[in-house]
């Protein structure tokens, strides 16, 4: 009887198996999906994204304390002393990210960081590309994720049209 329950259980998952196998996406299909370059122009260059970034918190009044720029990514330390709305914001800028996606790598190390230091009041992620966030689940972070349609959107409202122009060379920013 132990016997015919085993393998019982061995060939009902063996089964199971085989049916996830058949009928479930090919990986490569994944892969291309998540590795896909934007078309529509080049990526926009590091010092402009970083201008627009800093151009744009002006403009929704915050005052930055500390920028940091590294080769993907700008971190920005934003603060408003509005009586409602004030306090201390992370923003992270991804401008290059791999494949033109920013993924939940990005999300999750954000909300670890604003969850771990009380000051921050709030993360922000700004990019001109795409953010990816199916599977994430409840983050315990008060997260804005402003993908690049949201950040033309914000340009548009907050900066001049001349601005825009500017923009449209560039791919991303939702266009």
């Known amino acids: 009887m132990l016997f015919v329950v085993a393998f019982g259980a061995l060939g009902l998952g063996g089964l199971l198996i085989l049916l996830i196998a058949r009928y ?14 934007l078309a529509g ?10 201008q627009l970034v800093i151009d744009l918190l002006e403009a929704l ?11 993907t990514e700008l971190d920005v330390i934003a603060r408003s002393n509005d009586a ?5 914001f992370l923003v992270l800028g991804v401008w290059s ?22 000051r921050f009041s709030k993360g922000i992620l700004m990019t001109p590309y795409t953010i990816v966030t199916d599977g994430m689940g409840n983050i ?7 993908d690049g349609k949201k950040l033309r959107d914000l340009v548009e409202q907050n900066l001049d049209a001349k601005r825009l122009d500017q923009l449209a060379q560039y791919r991303g920013f939702g266009m």
């Open 97 to 118: 990210p791999p494949g033109d996606i920013v993924d939940q790598n990005y999300i999750r190390r954000l909300a670890e960081q604003v969850r771990a230091d009380a």
């Open 61 to 71: 009044r915050l005052e930055i304390v500390i920028e940091h720029g590294e080769a």
């Open 41 to 50: 122009g080049k990526g926009i260059p590091y010092e402009e994204f970083r």
């Open 24 to 37: 479930s996406p090919h990986p490569s299909e994944n892969i291309a999906a998540t590795n896909r370059i």
């Open 140 to 146: 315990e972070a008060p997260l804005e994720l402003i």
């Open 84 to 88: 409602v709305t004030g306090g201390r």
